[in-house]
């Protein structure tokens, strides 16, 4: 039997983290460029840290673990992360991806995958059937790229239904993880192919670093990973690769505590004057409810809620004290984003109007501060007249 998950954040698979020189606790930061060769044809097991760096590797294998995968490659960001995941796909393919993406993965597959002549459809992958009609109306469709839950309506896809759905039409299976984090789901053991992660959110979790991983699943994928991502030099740096691996140590009790004060902050706000429909994955009443508590071990921490009018949702945003208006999530900081204006600007208009993506929409990623110090700023920041 091997180590529990919040062993695994601190100590890795085979507690590696404990083999450093000297009985060091910390990830010695190996910063260099490139490693001097003990004679010809010999090599340390390193040679040049565009391929590979031994404190980046060691946060490697942690999230390999974490993710239940055959290997991981940090890169210096989510979008590097998934730009050498498209590197994957040929000319010609069709991609059928969840419909209300991260903003910046739809600005990515318009702006690079479409010039490499790869194309992309958006379906509502939360609704089986959808997704197999997309799939059909495109021919030439190699791959399913799923967000569950999405952002920023927090829809739940079925993973393993959409692994049922990849194996009857032979696709690639590839699920971005950043909302749920390995702590609280590992699309790989539920069929996934590959799973993308923004590192810059909960996993790294302190708002302060960009990182990214893209986590395999067999030993051919993972060795054409490895030649793109030296090719491309997508890799995060020594530091960086420290930072992260000190993030990770606290995951488990981040998620706990994040996830404790997403759910109060959302019972309370579904009670709240001026605040209409409230989107939290851990209400008993959202529509994908059941179908994550199928295949994830909790809820996260990330709302996304309407009020009544636009000028009410500005008012959030500007009156918003301990709460930061802020792109970005998964940290200990509270942060409240305007989906509209920030992450989802770059998606077209129409788009955005049939997603629910409104001037009325606000989202909020919940941190790990005290529950009532959040709950009375984002009062204040509603309102003078609370409760229905
Ligand atoms: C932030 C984010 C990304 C992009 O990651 P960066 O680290 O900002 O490059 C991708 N997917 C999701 C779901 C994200 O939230």
New binding site residues.
């Given amino acids: 039997m091997g180590y529990g998950i919040e062993t695994r954040c601190i100590h890795g698979e085979e507690g590696i983290t404990r083999e450093h020189a000297y009985g060091a606790m910390g990830t010695p930061i190996y910063q260099t460029a490139t490693f001097a060769h003990p004679g010809v044809g010999r090599s340390t097991g390193y040679d040049y840290s565009r391929e590979s760096n031994p404190t980046r590797s060691e946060l490697e294998k942690i999230v390999t673990s974490l993710e239940g995968a055959y290997d991981t490659v940090a890169c210096s960001?989510?979008?590097?992360?998934?730009a050498v995941c498209l590197e994957l796909l040929d000319p010609g393919a069709h991609v059928v991806c969840t419909e209300d993406?991260?903003g910046?993965?739809v600005r990515m597959f318009a702006a690079m995958g479409e010039r490499h002549g790869i194309t992309f459809s958006y379906a509502d992958t939360s609704d089986e059937r959808a997704a197999e009609e997309a799939v059909r109306r495109h021919p030439g469709t190699k791959a399913l790229y799923i967000?569950t839950p999405s952002?920023p309506t927090m829809k739940v896809t079925d993973l393993r239904a959409m692994r049922r759905l990849a194996d009857r039409y032979g696709l690639l299976l590839i699920a971005?993880n950043?909302?749920l984090s390995p702590y609280f789901q590992n699309p790989l053991e539920l069929g996934a192919d590959l799973v993308?992660?923004?590192?810059?959110?909960f996993l790294g979790g302190h708002n302060d670093t960009?990182?990214?991983f893209l986590c395999s699943a067999d030993r051919e994928t993972a060795a054409r990973i490895r030649f793109l991502y030296k090719t491309l030099g997508a890799s995060l740096s020594p530091f960086d690769s420290f930072l992260l691996i000190r993030g990770i140590k606290t995951l488990p009790v981040r998620m706990e505590r994040q996830q404790q004060n997403a759910l109060a902050l959302a019972r309370w706000l579904r009670e709240q004057k001026g605040i209409g429909k409230v989107l939290y994955v851990g209400l008993p009443e959202h529509p994908g409810y059941e179908v994550n508590r199928g295949q994830a071990r909790g809820s996260g921490s990330m709302i996304s809620f309407y009020t009544d009018t636009p000028e009410r949702a500005k008012r959030i945003l500007e009156r918003v004290r301990l709460i930061s208006y802020a792109e970005?999530?998964?940290g200990v900081e509270s942060l409240v984003t305007y989906p509209m204006l920030q992450?989802h600007g770059d998606v077209p208009e129409d788009v955005r109007r049939r997603l629910g993506i409104t001037d009325c929409l606000l989202r909020l990623s919940v941190g790990i501060e005290n529950e009532a110090d959040l709950l009375a700023d984002l009062g204040q920041a509603i309102g003078e007249e609370q409760g229905k």
């Fill in positions: 960001s989510g979008m590097a992360a998934l993406l991260y910046g993965s967000e952002n971005d950043t909302f993308v992660h923004s590192g810059t959110k960009l990182a990214g970005s999530l998964g992450t």
